[in-house]
């Protein structure tokens, strides 16, 4: 199925407002959070642009700068507008993100800052029609209508879960409640109303390397590959001499690799390239644990007689299994990442 361009909104426009400025390429996802933005990669890779408008960030994992970076480095397009992923946009402005809209602009002129100015609430079953009353909102509001600046603190001080009508009526007199209701400009909407009207199209221009991301989980990736280890063997295959490392300073570790692998020890520079970029990163024991599980496999070591006896065959000490496991891990995410 071929998808050009994913749109993570769920709570700013409701999807039968969108559907008039969508394509058949187009693909309408639910708030982003933590780990989406690899999987939308992997399901959809001839994806060219994402565009973020609302994002977890409450109980949930939001969505990380270095998963943002990382999609930017396969060259793709990133938007953000409106909500969190203006925020985002502001945040990732001089790394390759675009922002766009009002909102964006006050986070770009240092007018607010933090998440709370653009958090709402809802119910994921009826998202644009329960949602909370936005703090941005109340800003636009009040700039258009001054007399109004004043209560903006008030309704500020309100967590941002209660904030409703409902909630306001015990907090402000009743006629400057009907002013808010009346004159309540909903500037997130407009915002990406006004982006899809006009087909917006910013320059863009990244110039993103491969960044390491620990929070990536690979794991889910590794799965799909009847082979891990035919997998990094490939690609180590692939490296170009040009890239690979010949000062090295952990070369055994490198050539247990070669063991583990059954490849020639030329690959170490090679492997050093690679690992070179994870310098001072070490993959917690959940991220590891299942690459482990899964070569346990792929090699019948069903006893830890069996491991044992492995490594004694290709003269590794056990007390070096961790590190390779570890290594193995880290060759298995680049690769992952890095796939043409």
């Known amino acids: 199925m071929r998808i050009d361009r994913a749109i993570f909104i769920e709570s ?83 790394v390759g993100m675009l ?18 100015e653009v958090a709402v609430s809802y119910d994921p079953r009826d998202p644009s029609n329960s949602k909370t009353l936005a703090i941005i909102n109340f800003r636009k509001t009040a700039l258009e209508h001054n007399e109004l600046q004043s209560y903006l603190s008030i309704i500020k001080n309100i967590h941002f879960k209660q904030r409703t009508w409902e909630t306001l009526s015990t907090y402000l007199r009743s006629d400057i409640l009907d002013k808010f209701r009346k004159l309540y400009v909903d500037i997130k909407k407009e915002d990406v109303l006004n982006y ?28 799909s590959y009847k082979s891990v ?11 170009n001499a040009a890239e690979c490392l010949t000062n090295l300073s952990c070369k055994g570790d490198y050539l247990n690799i070669c063991k583990f692998l059954a490849i020639s020890p030329d690959y170490i520079g090679r492997i050093a ?34 491991i044992h006896d492995y490594f ?15 290594n193995l891990t880290k060759l298995f995410d680049y690769f992952l990442c890095t796939l043409n």
């Not at 400025?21 to 639910?30: E, G, M, Q, V």
């Not at 700068?65 to 953000?80: A, F, P, Q, T």
């Not at 922002?99 to 709370?116: A, I, K, R, S």
């Open 99 to 116: 922002g766009f809209g009002w909102v964006y602009e006050q986070f770009l002129n240092h007018y607010v800052d933090g998440d709370d």
């Open 196 to 223: 899809f009207r006009n087909e917006i199209e910013p320059k863009f221009s990244p110039n993103i390397k491969f960044i390491p991301n620990i929070y990536f989980n690979s794991a889910q990736q590794m799965y």
């Open 12 to 94: 700013t426009l409701s999807n039968i407002e969108m559907k008039k400025y969508l394509t058949d390429f187009d693909l309408i996802l639910p708030s982003i959070r933590r780990g989406h933005l690899l999987n939308l990669y992997f399901s959809y890779p001839t994806i060219k642009e994402v565009v973020i408008v609302d994002g977890v960030f409450d109980q949930q994992p939001s969505i990380t700068h270095k998963e943002i970076l990382w999609l930017l480095s396969r060259g793709i397009k990133v938007v953000g507008i409106g909500s969190m992923g203006a925020l985002r946009a502001f945040e990732l402005r001089k």
């Open 312 to 326: 004694n065959k290709i003269e590794i000490p056990m007390s070096q299994v961790k590190k390779i496991f570890e």
């Open 273 to 306: 390239s690679v690992l070179d970029k994870y310098s001072g990163v070490i993959p917690n024991k959940d991220k590891i644990k299942p690459f482990i599980m899964k070569f346990k496999v792929e090699l019948n070591l069903d006893s830890i007689q069996a």
């Open 229 to 239: 280890l035919k997998f990094i063997r490939d690609r180590l295959e692939q490296i």
